[in-house]
């Protein structure tokens, strides 16, 4: 049974360089917008995604255990590490030696690691495991 491990570092996020794209215009989810609107701004990704720059790290995803959440392999992660964990948030854990990506969940005064995939079965955290809350996953990029 695979997990989502992360391939290869956890890299910083750099700042101190703008990250700007192009930002034609706002896209309806709903019913169709005229783009009559249009307007050449600029969007930049750092001030975007990275609200912590001192505690923002990115990971590549590998494996497909958290796949119903919409994480794949190859997605990376923005993971900010000054966020406090609570049940419900996807996290990267450090488990027992290895980093893996779930969702934390607690109850009744007992904490698991849950996978969003149907063949992976929850880890429940006990005495004899390391468990470290690494990060909280603010965004995912898709690859």
Not at 21 to 47: C, E, K, Q, R, V
Not at 95 to 110: C, M, N, P, S, V
Not at 120 to 135: A, Q, R, Y
Not at 136 to 143: A, C, F, H
């Amino acid at each position: 049974m695979q997990h989502v491990y992360f391939q290869g570092n956890l890299f910083s996020a750099d700042v101190s360089k703008s990250m700007e794209l192009t930002y034609a215009l706002d896209i309806s989810a709903g019913f169709p917008s005229p783009a009559t609107d249009y307007m050449d701004l600029s969007l930049d990704l750092n001030t975007e995604l990275v609200k912590n720059p001192e505690a923002t790290f990115y990971g590549r995803v590998k494996g497909y255990s958290m796949r119903d959440e919409g994480v794949l392999d190859g997605d990376v992660l923005v993971i900010d590490r000054s966020i406090a964990p609570s049940s419900g948030v996807m996290a990267v854990c450090y488990l027992d030696g290895a980093f893996t990506l779930k969702k934390i969940e607690q109850r009744g005064g007992r904490t698991f690691l849950m996978p969003a995939n149907p063949n992976f079965k929850p880890i429940e955290i006990t005495e004899s495991n390391e468990l470290i809350v690494w990060g909280v996953v603010t965004y995912v990029i898709k690859k």
